[in-house]
T-cell receptor
Framework: GQQVMQIPQYQHVQEGEDFTTYCNSSTTLSNIQWYKQRPGGHPVFLIQLVKSGEVKKQKRLTFQFGEAKKNSSLHITATQTTDVGTYFCAGPEAGNNRKLIWGLGTSLAVNP | ETGVTQTPRHLVMGMTNKKSLKCEQH?????MYWYKQSAKKPLELMFVYSLEERVENNSVPSRFSPECPNSSHLFLHLHTLQPEDSALYLCASSQWIGANYGYTFGSGTRLTVV
């Protein structure tokens, strides 16, 4: 079945270092969404990308959607301790626009 | 008030108990969802409601029974659960039904079945 894979599963960085997580879909996606879940918290919507090759920025966060609309990345510049959490990507299930297929997430730890 | 409110935050129940989870959204959204989050598994969609009508039942066992009395409220009725049902249950809403809209999640109910 359709899968959304994220790498790496875990990442430890020193505060101030950059961080990137990658999301790869087994099928072409009409859009991709990114969420952040803090430890003990719930997923919070960050952004949605729709266009092939789209790049969007939110302060230190840069989101990209691949040209083939099968992969995406989230890059954080100069990480801070507030960036700690798990970052999920999700895209619509092929043929069923009511359902999102979720990745397992990338857990980010930041050492101060 | 926060956008999506879930109660209770924590619940411990025996396998013979009956309990209900409650979700309320104050965003004027028209679609509501129940998700199950377990360790080392992707978020699992359980039920989808659009304008109070159930439009998706993702092969969820009958021991989970949803109810949506209006577009602002969603319940998940639980009975005769199994220990493997222990998980974080998340309610979410979106402007309209579909995977083209960002979801707003509640804080979740951490359920433990003993």
């Amino acid at each position: 079945g359709q899968q959304v894979m994220q790498i790496p599963q875990y990442q430890h960085v020193q505060e101030g270092e950059d961080f990137t997580t990658y999301c790869n879909s087994s099928t072409t996606l009409s859009n991709i969404q990114w969420y952040k879940q803090r430890p003990g918290g719930h997923p919070v919507f960050l952004i949605q990308l729709v266009k092939s090759g789209e790049v969007k920025k939110q302060k230190r966060l840069t989101f990209q959607f691949g040209e083939a609309k099968k992969n995406s990345s989230l890059h954080i510049t100069a990480t801070q301790t507030t960036d700690v959490g798990t970052y999920f990507c999700a895209g619509p299930e092929a043929g069923n626009n009511r359902k999102l297929i979720w990745g397992l997430g990338t857990s980010l730890a930041v050492n101060p | 008030e926060t956008g999506v409110t879930q109660t209770p935050r924590h619940l411990v129940m025996g396998m013979t108990n009956k309990k209900s989870l409650k979700c309320e959204q104050h965003l004027g959204h028209n679609a509501m969802y129940w998700y199950k989050q377990s360790a080392k598994k992707p978020l699992e969609l359980m039920f989808v409601y659009s304008l109070e009508e159930r439009v998706e039942n993702n092969s969820v066992p009958s021991r989970f029974s949803p109810e949506c009395p209006n577009s602002s409220h969603l319940f998940l009725h639980l009975h005769t659960l199994q220990p493997e049902d222990s998980a974080l249950y998340l309610c979410a809403s979106s402007q309209w039904i579909g995977a083209n809209y960002g979801y707003t999640f509640g804080s979740g109910t951490r359920l433990t079945v003993v």
